[in-house]
């Protein structure tokens, strides 16, 4: 506590008391709390915080606060902020940061009961902070560092109405509410020179003026994320759309060189399986497509059905088992992917895979609500290349472009497939691409030519998108239907860690056939891809593996905790806080005062802790009783800036280097060393004796 304070600057008693009547900063906070609890649904815990900030009205106790008494608040509020992280995270998932903001009021609660129950806060922290930026000397800083400080109670005002904010809520009562209370904040501060009347005015016409742009931002809002949600979800994170995608013939190079891993994937077999198993390297389907017009792949009237949910929780059906069927275990932040699931052809069953629905179209996309990250386990047959629940061929699986198709009968013209079977024409077109070149360094010799007649014509070169689209157009010329069909190749087996690593270069795009009766892939692209790509990365990829795992093993750390219940993770936490709890009270040195009769001798008794016995005060005595008092609410570097003219110019270098001394004995004893703790004795006495003999005028006698 600034016991100093109450013995040298005459502060009255009464001045520390609560006011009985009216509004002050802790009523406001209180109100704050109210319309906090009201909007976010949390009134069950801002009742009893109201009730412990009111009840300063009849408690007439108040604790004597030290420096270090406010750092252990300070860490006791960061300790349940921490606290609310986790269990916020277990429980909200990806919506966690909203909650948290919603919950901060109680995060700081320790620091304002500080503010609300201790004698002399404020100004201690004042003088903390100037002490600080004494050694600079540096007058302008220092004055506005202490004009800018804010009481706990108004930062806790803000943050109270701030955190109401953060609810989800469209009802206008917030707004009048939330302006009323800043009215009433305002109206405290007003200058006091100023009419009510003009105010009030003035104040009117801001909130209104402030609730017409409330309504126009709200709906701007709305327009911008309906725009930027489709432009952002197609950027950099790989997102697909299940109803169409944008083949990036010719600029797909950029996005094929980053490194950064997509998701994980580790077999999920028995020792025996494993040593048989000749999964990896794995072709994981995300979406297919039945039109291509514009160097863009669309799906035809796509629909999309719920899937069936299994008997255990997080368990998907989407199909009958095969024999022999294989699993495997998906790691993956499902918003990165917009939802759209990677999964091999033919799966049959997803499980632990916690979301609230899943859709599937005919086509074989599939489709979830965005959970963040997730493991889960994918059950699929050993015939990859089919999926049983894709639908049927259509009239848009054989229709070729216009501006494609003398490409397109040129080529087959010279593959000379009169007569072949729809396996051997599948399985000539392929051999077909055997002497193209991969290529993600595109030249276009002829503007005036289609990206996929060039590519069969002239350039023979490409990356993935070129070789899938031109088979199936060639398919399809054919008469044999075809699809384009997009997703991931799964081929990095990370001895770090145990698994297989897909990494964003490794999308992969490749054609689907219809033959014998269901649809299998085609895939036409030169099978070193993968080797080319990976020489074309940068050298340093090992170092960001080790802490992409790093980031992977904490988040996977993170969703053990997520599957416990609230009750377990409650357990977990009740004990640590009144663990921490208890370490707060042990640390907390303050001394409690009754506001009604506090002993003024009995204060001066106690000066010997915390540096109160500093020979600096009795400087201070001396130039209170010749008219130089410090004021309540001045700190003491605010005293030297005012009374410094007052001084003889001899002794103002001596009084700032007592007053340097005397901060670093008030606020941290230890940094004095005994002849420094000698000097600030010596000198003192002897600025005194000086100072007295200086000054000629008598001494003031209140």
Same mark, same amino acid.
């Given at each position: 506590?600034?016991? *100093?304070?109450?013995?040298?600057?005459?502060?009255?008693?009464?001045?520390?008391?609560?006011?009985?009547?009216?509004?002050?900063?802790?009523?406001?906070?209180?109100?704050?709390?109210?319309? +906090?609890?009201?909007?976010?649904?949390?009134?069950?815990?801002?009742?009893?915080?109201?009730?412990?900030?009111?009840?300063?009205?009849?408690?007439?106790?108040?604790?004597?606060?030290?420096?270090?008494?406010?750092?252990?608040?300070?860490?006791?509020?960061?300790?349940?902020?921490?606290?609310?992280?986790?269990?916020?995270?277990?429980?909200?998932?990806?919506?966690?940061?909203?909650?948290?903001?919603?919950?901060?009021?109680?995060?700081?609660?320790?620091?304002?009961?500080?503010?609300?129950?201790?004698?002399?806060?404020?100004?201690?922290?004042?003088? +903390?902070?100037?002490?600080?930026?004494?050694?600079?000397?540096?007058?302008?800083?220092?004055?506005?560092?202490?004009?800018?400080?804010?009481?706990?109670?108004?930062?806790?005002?803000?943050?109270?109405?701030?955190?109401?904010?953060?609810?989800?809520? *469209?009802?206008?009562?917030?707004?009048?509410?939330?302006?009323?209370?800043?009215?009433?904040?305002?109206?405290?501060?007003?200058?006091?020179?100023?009419?009510?009347?003009?105010?009030?005015?003035?104040?009117?016409?801001?909130?209104?003026?402030?609730?017409?742009?409330?309504?126009?931002?709200?709906?701007?809002?709305?327009?911008?994320?309906?725009?930027?949600?489709?432009?952002?979800?197609?950027?950099?994170?790989?997102?697909?759309?299940?109803?169409?995608?944008?083949? #990036?013939?010719?600029?797909?190079?950029?996005?094929?060189?980053?490194?950064?891993?997509?998701?994980?994937?580790?077999?999920?077999?028995?020792?025996?399986?494993?040593?048989?198993?000749?999964?990896?390297?794995?072709?994981?389907?995300?979406?297919?497509?039945?039109?291509?017009?514009?160097?863009?792949?669309?799906?035809?009237?796509?629909?999309?059905?719920?899937?069936?949910?299994?008997?255990?929780?997080?368990?998907?059906?989407?199909?009958?088992?095969?024999?022999?069927?294989?699993?495997?275990?998906?790691?993956?932040?499902?918003?990165?992917?917009?939802?759209?699931?990677?999964?091999?052809?033919?799966?049959?069953?997803?499980?632990?895979?916690?979301?609230?629905?899943?859709?599937?179209?005919?086509?074989?996309?599939?489709?979830?609500?965005?959970?963040?990250?997730?493991?889960?386990?994918?059950?699929?047959?050993?015939? #990859?290349?089919?999926?049983?629940?894709?639908?049927?061929?259509?009239?848009?699986?054989?229709?070729?472009?216009?501006?494609?198709?003398?490409?397109?009968?040129?080529?087959?013209?010279? $593959?000379?497939?009169?007569?072949?079977?729809?396996?051997?024409?599948?399985?000539?077109?392929?051999?077909?691409?055997?002497?193209?070149?991969?290529?993600?360094?595109?030249?276009?010799?002829?503007?005036?030519?289609?990206?996929?007649?060039?590519?069969?014509?002239?350039?023979?070169?490409?990356?993935?998108?070129?070789?899938?689209?031109?088979?199936?157009?060639?398919?399809?010329?054919?008469?044999?239907?075809?699809?384009?069909?997009?997703?991931? $190749?799964?081929?990095?087996?990370?001895?770090?860690?145990?698994?297989?690593?897909?990494?964003?270069?490794?999308?992969?795009?490749?054609?689907?056939?219809?033959?014998?009766?269901?649809?299998?892939?085609?895939?036409?692209?030169?099978?070193?891809?993968?080797?080319?790509?990976?020489?074309?990365?940068?050298?340093?990829?090992?170092?960001?593996?080790?802490?992409?795992?790093?980031?992977?093993?904490?988040?996977?750390?993170?969703?053990?905790?997520?599957?416990?219940?609230?009750?377990?993770?409650?357990?977990?936490?009740?004990?640590?806080?009144?663990?921490?709890?208890?370490?707060?009270?042990?640390?907390?040195?303050?001394?409690?005062?009754?506001?009604?009769?506090?002993?003024?001798?009995?204060?001066?008794?106690?000066?010997?802790?915390?540096?109160?016995?500093?020979?600096?005060?009795?400087?201070?005595?001396?130039?209170?009783?010749?008219?130089?008092?410090?004021?309540?609410?001045?700190?003491?570097?605010?005293?030297? *800036?005012?009374?410094?003219?007052?001084?003889?110019?001899?002794?103002?270098?001596?009084?700032?280097?007592?007053?340097?001394?005397?901060?670093?004995?008030?606020?941290?004893?230890?940094?004095?060393?005994?002849?420094?703790?000698?000097?600030?004795?010596?000198?003192?006495?002897?600025?005194?004796?000086?100072?007295?003999?200086?000054?000629?005028?008598?001494?003031?006698?209140?």
């Amino acid at each position: 506590m600034r016991s *100093d304070n109450l013995k040298l600057n005459n502060l009255k008693l009464d001045d520390l008391q609560p006011n009985a009547v009216g509004i002050d900063s802790a009523s406001l906070c209180s109100f704050a709390l109210a319309l +906090w609890g009201w909007q976010t649904g949390l009134l069950w815990v801002a009742v009893p915080i109201i009730c412990i900030l009111e009840a300063r009205r009849v408690i007439k106790q108040r604790w004597q606060i030290s420096l270090s008494d406010l750092k252990e608040a300070a860490k006791l509020s960061v300790a349940i902020l921490a606290m609310l992280l986790i269990v916020l995270i277990t429980t909200e998932k990806s919506l966690f940061i909203y909650s948290l903001f919603q919950w901060s009021p109680v995060a700081a609660l320790p620091f304002v009961l500080a503010q609300t129950y201790g004698l002399g806060v404020q100004t201690l922290l004042a003088d +903390w902070l100037s002490s600080r930026d004494l050694p600079h000397q540096d007058r302008y800083k220092s004055n506005r560092t202490e004009q800018s400080l804010v009481t706990s109670h108004s930062l806790y005002f803000g943050l109270c109405l701030l955190a109401a904010s953060a609810a989800d809520s *469209d009802r206008f009562f917030f707004y009048g509410a939330a302006t009323a209370l800043v009215a009433l904040f305002l109206w405290t501060h007003r200058p006091k020179r100023s009419a009510p009347i003009l105010w009030l005015l003035l104040f009117c016409l801001s909130a209104g003026l402030g609730f017409a742009g409330h309504i126009q931002l709200a709906q701007l809002q709305r327009q911008l994320e309906a725009q930027m949600i489709a432009m952002i979800g197609n950027m950099a994170s790989g997102a697909v759309n299940p109803n169409g995608n944008a083949t #990036q013939m010719g600029s797909v190079g950029r996005l094929k060189l980053s490194s950064a891993i997509a998701f994980r994937a580790a077999p999920n077999f028995s020792e025996e399986e494993t040593a048989q198993a000749t999964v990896f390297p794995l072709l994981l389907q995300q979406a297919s497509y039945n039109q291509y017009q514009l160097s863009a792949w669309s799906a035809v009237n796509s629909v999309f059905d719920a899937v069936p949910p299994g008997e255990a929780d997080g368990e998907w059906i989407l199909g009958e088992p095969g024999e022999r069927s294989r699993s495997i275990i998906i790691s993956s932040n499902l918003e990165r992917g917009d939802g759209v699931l990677s999964l091999p052809r033919g799966t049959s069953t997803i499980r632990r895979l916690p979301v609230e629905e899943m859709q599937r179209n005919q086509y074989g996309a599939v489709q979830v609500n965005a959970t963040g990250n997730a493991d889960y386990e994918i059950q699929f047959g050993l015939r #990859q290349g089919v999926n049983l629940q894709e639908t049927r061929p259509t009239a848009a699986d054989l229709q070729v472009p216009n501006v494609d198709k003398a490409a397109i009968e040129a080529t087959l013209e010279k $593959l000379a497939l009169a007569g072949k079977s729809d396996r051997q024409i599948a399985n000539q077109i392929a051999a077909y691409f055997q002497d193209f070149q991969y290529s993600l360094d595109l030249l276009r010799p002829d503007p005036n030519t289609t990206p996929i007649s060039d590519f069969l014509l002239n350039t023979r070169a490409g990356h993935c998108e070129y070789f899938a689209s031109a088979t199936a157009l060639l398919l399809r010329g054919a008469g044999i239907p075809a699809r384009y069909a997009v997703g991931y $190749l799964a081929h990095e087996f990370s001895p770090l860690e145990g698994q297989y690593i897909v990494r964003s270069r490794d999308a992969h795009a490749w054609a689907l056939a219809y033959l014998d009766g269901s649809w299998q892939v085609l895939d036409t692209t030169p099978p070193d891809w993968t080797a080319q790509e990976k020489e074309m990365t940068s050298t340093f990829r090992r170092g960001l593996d080790f802490f992409s795992f790093l980031e992977f093993q904490f988040s996977y750390q993170i969703r053990q905790l997520g599957e416990l219940g609230l009750r377990e993770i409650l357990l977990i936490v009740i004990p640590l806080f009144c663990y921490l709890l208890w370490r707060s009270t042990q640390a907390f040195k303050g001394q409690r005062q009754t506001l009604s009769g506090l002993d003024r001798s009995r204060i001066e008794s106690s000066f010997v802790q915390n540096g109160l016995d500093s020979e600096f005060y009795q400087i201070e005595k001396v130039l209170n009783d010749r008219t130089l008092a410090r004021l309540p609410s001045e700190s003491l570097l605010q005293w030297r *800036d005012r009374i410094q003219p007052s001084i003889p110019y001899f002794q103002r270098a001596s009084f700032t280097e007592l007053l340097a001394l005397h901060y670093r004995y008030r606020f941290d004893p230890t940094l004095l060393s005994p002849a420094e703790r000698q000097k600030l004795q010596a000198q003192s006495q002897q600025w005194i004796r000086a100072y007295l003999s200086a000054v000629s005028e008598p001494l003031h006698k209140p």
